[in-house]
């Protein structure tokens, strides 16, 4: 491995809290021209890929993938699917597996303003991972993986474009763990696509990840321990060279028997954030944050509470090598309050993934959320309905002071967020059993509590009026 290839992990210790994670990812929105992997620059993307299409489109298309369907750790997952509009959707599914099984689900259509579950596995049970491709006769829709198994703290959001780039980091193939990487193909033509790994032993670009043919309306999945074993700090790069498609990874912990499905980065991110997290007694939080190029990157890092920002954490991080910022134990960040990150960094950006693990008496549980960018434009809705919510923050990380609405059909609630300022609202605010909106300029996270969880994940998306 030359010096130019060389890989280098750096850790930075800090003090104990606990989170809320999160699911939602918007990638950002630049391009990258010097980057591990492609051989051409990224095209700049418009939207986040998880965006939801507004109203008056005439569809919503959105593929979810790395559910698994057999095992006490595999990330299982229903898919919730809900209608922000004001008419009435009906919803073609088609479920797709590793083992080439596609089958269509009937049709079903969702009410205005509600939330329908949806169970991949009743439509395909064959195989040992699942991906589905969910079309919508209208916008206004979203969908998101909920966990159902492998103690997974994170819900994850199904992602509303294809790419030619998608980015990890922060995956583990250490200590049994496993990571497996899922290519879905959700066009009506073949996709070919090289995959290529940064861990502690420099740049890795496996024979057996290149050239790979990624059938139309298929799911294929790498093994990111098989190709890189004992790797503590994984991250990938996959790049399509012909047709676009959607990435996802599912790590999974045997020793914990925790999972978590995790949808990839788009493009690189010079700015981003994590919207919520809060402390817990018993879990550990590290920022893994990764640069896949041949430039270095300055990164600074900031942790924002409702009693203000901390002073940056900067690290210049080398060519394909990544630093690992334990928040664990940092002391410059409050005890009893939640928090937001913001990062920046410099050159052609990192991806960056927040991983939290909680150690508790009866279970373990796992959450990683790819940190959004702000680059891409925001969201005209967030909408959280069918989930139990815990705690809800709004954070604000532009320069001026926003209007946000908060609140379903029933009642509405009204916040002005100054800048730089996270407000954090009483979980009442938002409930499992009322469709609720927010509206504004701002960066929403809320903890998710599933069965027999710890409030440990979060949602993370940008709003605007």
């Known amino acids: 491995m030359s010096p130019a290839h060389a890989h280098r992990t750096r850790t930075t210790k800090g003090r104990a809290l606990v989170i809320g994670l999160v699911a939602v990812v918007l990638g950002a929105g630049v391009g990258v021209a010097r980057q591990l992997g492609p051989s051409h620059p990224a095209a700049p993307i418009t939207l986040p890929p998880s965006s939801i299409a507004s109203d008056a489109s005439a569809s919503s298309v959105m593929t979810c993938g790395g559910m698994g369907i057999n095992g006490d750790f595999v990330a299982s997952a229903t898919i919730e699917i809900t209608n922000t509009s004001s008419a009435p959707r009906a919803i073609t599914a088609l479920v797709m597996s590793d083992t080439g099984g596609r089958q269509s689900a009937p049709i079903f259509t969702v009410a205005p303003k509600s939330t329908w579950t949806f169970n991949p596995i009743h439509v395909v049970g064959k195989g040992s991972w699942l991906a589905v491709r969910i079309v919508a006769n209208g916008g206004g829709v979203s969908a998101v993986m ?51 790994l940064i861990d502690g032993a420099g740049v890795l670009a496996p024979q057996n990840a290149q050239g790979l043919v990624v059938a139309p309306g298929s799911e294929l999945l790498l093994s990111g321990t098989a190709e890189a074993p004992h790797s503590s700090s994984l991250a990938a790069s996959i790049t399509a060279e012909q047709g676009s498609v ?3 990874a599912t790590q999974m912990r045997p020793s914990t028997l925790s999972s978590v499905i995790m949808g990839g980065q788009s493009a690189l991110a010079t700015s981003a954030v994590l919207a919520h997290a809060s402390q817990d007694p018993v879990s550990s939080e590290v920022l893994c944050i990764t640069n896949p190029t041949a430039t270095s990157s300055t990164v600074s890092v900031m942790a924002h509470s409702p009693y203000g920002k901390t002073a940056p954490w900067v690290e210049v991080v080398p060519a394909f090598s990544t630093w690992n910022l334990t928040l664990t134990g940092a002391s410059r960040i409050p005890l009893t309050a939640p928090y937001a990150l913001t990062l920046r960094a410099t050159g052609y950006g990192v991806s960056a993934t927040f991983i939290a693990q909680a150690e508790h008496a009866s279970h373990a549980a796992l959450a990683m959320i790819p940190l959004a960018s702000l680059v891409t434009p925001p969201q005209s809705v967030i909408p959280w309905a069918g989930l139990s919510l815990g705690s809800v923050t709004l954070f604000n990380p532009g320069t001026s002071s926003e209007s946000v609405i908060v609140g379903g059909s029933s009642s509405k609630s009204h916040y002005v967020v100054a800048p730089g300022a996270l407000v954090a609202l009483s979980p009442s605010t938002l409930t499992a059993s009322a469709f609720t909106e927010i509206h504004g300029t701002v960066v929403a996270g809320a903890s998710y509590s599933g069965a027999a969880l710890p409030s440990l994940s979060a949602f993370a998306a940008l709003a605007k009026n």
């Open 146 to 196: 909920v966990p159902t198994s492998g103690r997974s703290s994170t819900v994850t959001p199904c992602i509303s474009q294809t790419s030619t780039h998608w980015y990890f980091s922060g995956g583990s193939t250490s200590h049994g763990d496993q990571i497996n990487y899922a290519i879905v193909n959700p066009s009506i033509t073949p996709a070919v696509v090289n995959v290529t």
């Open 246 to 248: 959607v990435a996802f």
